[in-house]
């Protein structure tokens, strides 16, 4: 039934839109729609006051659908529904109208264009409001059980503090041995804390909950089902193993880049090396420092290789944790061993926060720093069996400086590790720098895209390990905090199949991403039916039906009619 | 997965307590812990000595490196707080004393400060504010411009009630006679509540360093030398003018210089580390600058670009790649002209050269400090600071929310500078160990 009252709020949101979109014009073009009942602009329609209001007027005026024109509705979907339900409206008659993303800012250099736009998008939301139907959640049991993959010690302390939150926990780990990286590192920064120690006492803590069962050698094969009921086979060894768990929490950790051959003379000479080497010969040596039989006095470290890359590289990013480390080592080789210089050759120390007293204390203990661009990299050359860094140091005014160097340690930083078969499995989506990508980088820093996949660790951005244990633990509370309710509500906007109509010709099924279309008897047909908890709504089954069998909920034809007929008045 | 957030659950065995958790401090590691442990079904009690929640994010202008709306993205955060049915929010409300008890709970007396306005019947209509005859500087727009002695914080404060500032207030009755909805209450008193609770987490947040102790920089004596927190309210959506403007004489300046590292890596004013967001937070302004004035000419004086987190390097080259001249070079000192122009004297890294620049407005990047009150709070177990006066955490790689008080746990700024996405995950962090530690109990 069409809807007569409805509501329509215009958003300054401050100046993002109405500093290129004139409301008032908005306004007057729209206050004559048909079923406009109330009419009105706020300068933040997100904000608690403004939410407020629109739940008094709704009473009020006993509107019966409303929409709000401001922002995208990624943002703000959830907050204004939630306002029609405050208010005893169904929170599916509300429509949210894009003229943010889609307007102001997209059409910032032409405010009259940004104008127009939002006008014929605030008609268009009106007409879907009008012809919106009321819909009902309902809600399907949630296993409180995460598949915890990586046991890294990020991804054991995910493990953990799911564990203690009273969440089962399956952790899941591809190689024979726990721990990752840093089960293999000495002294870590800042703490001086041991990497094999702080890995060693996370396997113990995992081992003494009942509630978490570890498995090595051991990846996900298959992968069905939607949040809270996710049904996995896990090979372990030679065996499949299915479970069924409620969500994922992704910790698969980095890989360190391993530099090209001949990139600063890596692979050609022997005494180029990179930082992780070079932290295991600093933590294998006793007394003297010496590689290849020969004592080393003094070590050149090469820093961003592998990071921070031109456009010949993929590498835009900075790796984060390398500056810190190559300075945390350089102080390691001062208090181990006498009489060894470090020459640091950097493109700017980034030792943030309070990692910047490592810096200090390297510079106090003698250590040289000396930067370089990236149009002018330092060479590195051998002449009489001696190698030579040779660099434009940008701290002595440009000047060329060369040095002898016994050892050279490229500072390599963290690149995303390969792989595309769990993303694919798990659709995890990957950013331009090839990490694994979060859902809103500042509020929402460890959940994708996808409902119940959420990332933690370095497999998202390099990471520090402190870094790394906020998230893995920030995501373990997240998903606890969905999970814990046993139950989840399943959003309405999903495909409907009138069956009379159908005749199963299997093109909705082909389209479907989300194995949701099944097939069903109907007066003695085949006809195709939506599986409601695997279904999520993306509409993509709707346009490929011949016969018009299939309606998304929330986007009916008659929805997506009216909005045509608006837009193209 | 948000859609259920807002079903309230009760796993609360609160029983003898009065809320499981009490949280100190309510901006978004304040808010993001009590979220999570809300949704979580625990009760949690959040308060905040400000009028209003949101801390310092509510306040900004966009966030680096996505260029989100902080106001945007920050409301429904803080909107979903304040109506979530696990957690009261008491504002105004400062904490007087912790004292930790035999059978491990808490008992917590705090301070309840007056809002000589009564916050329920209070419509936010603002008519009271048109007929304050006392004017003062509004600290929520930094002292650019001013507010009454009766106002509301900001837009977008929460709750969007008035407060009285009884300090300037000359109890001349004006607010009382026009308030329409009768709220004004000049009988109300400083309360003392005490209470029980489980666990706490403190979540008190940073201070801004105040430049006025670098001489050389002229901040308090010349009139064009503001902070970067000045500028942030310059280019948000609730700016107190409709442009930016220098403060001396209202022209809109087109030769811009900021100085990195303004009280961070600073051993002369007591800070030596690095503040971990001015070079994202200046380069981000630059960006906003360089598209508000597309003719000023903005000059970045730093030390090194700290561009390390997601997206950072690229938005820092993306600057760059605007026009925005990073120049490597401290500023030696700064001198001031007739017409307010101001003199940048300092060494070019690059030339090796002293070189002495004009600029017509200098922005100081401010740097974060440690805000460590709150230990003294703590009255018989002591929650220890580090050297550098943030919250100590005893097991920083393994358990860093947890600190040296068992039953008290730590999110955000308060254990060290660190930007919103660090905040919030370890905001989750705490959340995480401290249901951990109340389920323990139960």
């Known amino acids: 039934m069409t809807k007569k009252k409805i509501g329509v709020y215009v958003c300054h949101c401050g100046g993002n839109i109405s500093d290129y979109v004139d409301i008032e014009k908005v306004k007057e073009a729209v206050k004559d729609e048909a079923n406009v009942y109330l009419l009105k602009n706020t300068l933040f329609a997100c904000s608690d006051s403004s939410q407020k209001e629109m739940v008094a007027d709704i009473q009020t005026n006993e509107l019966d659908a409303i929409v709000v024109a401001s922002c995208s509705p990624k943002l703000h979907v959830p907050t204004f529904r939630g306002v029609a339900q405050r208010a005893g409206m169904n929170p599916y008659n509300y429509v949210q109208v894009n003229i943010r993303e889609q307007g102001s800012w997209a059409h910032s250099d032409n405010p009259k264009g940004a104008t127009e736009k939002a006008i014929l998008l605030v008609k268009a939301g009106i007409a879907r409001a009008a012809e919106s139907e009321a819909l009902t959640s309902s809600k399907i049991p949630a296993a409180n059980v995460v598949a915890v993959i990586g046991a890294g010690v990020g991804g054991m302390r995910s493990a953990i503090a799911l564990a203690d939150m009273g969440t089962e926990v399956y952790l899941i780990e591809k190689e024979k041995n726990v721990g990752g990286h840093v089960a293999n590192f000495g002294s870590l920064f800042t703490t001086d804390k041991m990497g094999y120690e702080l890995s060693a006492n996370l396997l113990s803590e995992v081992k003494k909950r009942e509630n978490i069962k570890l498995f090595t050698n051991a990846e996900i094969v298959e992968k069905k089902g939607s949040i809270g009921n996710f049904d996995i086979q896990v090979k372990v060894d030679n065996d499949v193993l299915p479970l069924h768990v409620g969500a994922f929490v992704v910790n698969t950790g980095f890989d360190s880049y391993q530099p090209q051959q001949g990139e600063y003379g890596f692979g050609e000479q022997t005494n180029v090396i990179t930082l992780p080497e070079f932290k295991k010969l600093i933590d294998n040596s006793s007394e003297r420092l010496i590689f290849n039989g020969k004592a080393i006095k003094k070590v050149a470290y090469i820093y961003c290789v592998g990071s921070r890359q031109n456009d010949e590289g993929d590498n835009k990013y900075c790796s984060r944790y390398c500056c810190t480390a190559a300075i945390h080592a350089s102080v390691q080789v001062n208090k181990k061993f006498k009489d060894v210089t470090n020459l640091h050759f950097n493109r700017g120390i980034r030792t943030y926060g309070k990692q910047e007293l490592l810096y200090e204390e390297s510079s106090k203990n003698g250590d040289i720093y000396l930067q370089f661009s990236l149009d002018s990299i330092p060479e590195i050359t051998q002449k009489g069996g001696k190698t030579f860094v040779k660099v434009k140091d940008i701290l002595s005014a440009g000047k060329e400086v060369e040095t002898e160097a016994d050892l050279v340690v490229l500072v390599t930083g963290m690149v995303p590790r390969e792989n595309s078969k769990l993303a694919s499995q798990l659709k995890i989506p990957v950013g331009r720098d090839n990490f694994f990508n979060e859902i809103h980088m500042k509020l929402r820093p460890v959940e994708t895209v996808i409902d119940g996949v959420l990332i933690a660790g370095t497999c998202q951005s390099p990471k520090n390990i402190l870094e790394t244990m906020n998230s893995s633990m920030a995501a373990a509370a997240k998903i606890n905090s969905v999970l814990t309710k046993g139950e989840m509500t399943l959003d309405p906007t999903l495909a409907k199949i009138n069956p009379s109509q159908c005749t199963w010709c299997g093109k909705c099924a082909e389209a479907c991403p989300f194995d949701a279309i099944i097939q069903t008897e109907f007066d003695g047909r085949i006809v195709a039916k939506i599986n409601e908890a695997n279904c999520k709504g993306c509409g993509m089954c709707t346009p490929v039906c011949p016969t018009d069998a299939i309606d998304l909920a929330g986007f009916t034809n008659a929805q997506i009619e009216g909005m045509i007929d608006a837009l193209a008045e | ?442």
């Open chain 2, 1 to 442: 997965m948000e859609a259920t957030n807002n079903d309230s659950m009760n796993r609360s065995n609160a029983g003898t307590t009065d809320y499981d958790v009490l949280v100190i401090g309510a901006g978004i590691a304040g808010e993001e812990s009590a979220l999570k442990l809300a949704d979580m079904g625990f009760k949690v009690l959040l308060i905040e000595k400000e009028p209003s929640i949101g801390g310092k994010m509510i306040l900004l202008s966009k966030v680096f490196p996505t260029l989100d709306c902080a106001a945007c993205i920050t409301t429904p955060k803080v909107s979903e707080t304040a109506r979530h049915p696990n957690i009261t929010i008491l504002t105004l409300a400062e904490a007087e004393s912790i004292v930790k008890e035999e059978n491990n709970l808490f008992s917590v007396t705090f301070k309840k400060h007056p809002r000589y306005v009564v916050e329920n019947d209070c419509t936010g209509c603002q008519e009271c504010e048109t007929v304050c005859p006392m004017v003062v500087k509004d600290q929520f727009q930094f002292n650019l411009v001013a507010r009454k002695a009766i106002y509301i914080p900001f837009n977008i404060a929460n709750p969007r009630v008035a407060l009285i500032d009884i300090e300037n207030c000359t109890l001349c009755g004006a607010c009382e006679q026009k308030c329409p909805s009768n709220c004004i209450d000049f009988t109300q008193k400083e309360e003392l509540v005490n209470i029980k609770v489980k666990s706490v987490i403190v979540a008190t947040g940073f201070k801004l360093f105040d430049p006025i102790s670098i001489e050389r920089y002229g901040y308090g004596r010349y009139k064009n030398v503001i902070t970067s927190m000045q500028m942030e309210r310059e280019l948000a959506p609730t700016r107190p003018f409709n442009s930016v403007l220098r403060p001396s004489d209202g022209k809109v300046p087109d030769k811009i210089a900021y100085i990195f590292c303004t009280g961070s890596r600073d051993h002369t004013v007591g800070n030596p580390i690095c503040s971990q967001v001015c070079c994202m937070y200046s380069t981000k302004q630059a960006q906003l600058l360089m598209g508000a004035l597309p003719m000023a000419d903005i000059s970045l004086y730093y030390i090194n670009i700290r561009a390390f987190g997601k997206g950072f390097n690229e938005f820092y080259m993306q600057a760059k790649d605007m026009g925005a001249n990073y120049v490597k070079g401290k500023i030696g000192s700064i001198s001031e002209k007739e017409n307010g122009n101001l003199i940048l004297r300092y060494e070019d890294i690059v030339t090796g050269k002293v070189t002495e620049k004009e600029h017509d407005l200098v922005v100081l990047s401010v740097g974060l400090l440690a805000n460590h009150e709150i230990t003294k709070v703590f009255k018989n177990e002591k929650l220890e600071l580090d050297a550098l006066k943030y919250i100590k955490q005893p097991d920083l790689l393994q358990s860093p929310a947890t600190t040296s008080i068992k039953g008290v746990f730590v999110a955000g700024t308060a254990t060290s500078p660190m930007d919103i996405p660090d905040t919030i995950m370890s905001a989750g962090a705490a959340a995480s160990e401290t249901s951990g530690y109340l389920n323990q109990w139960s």
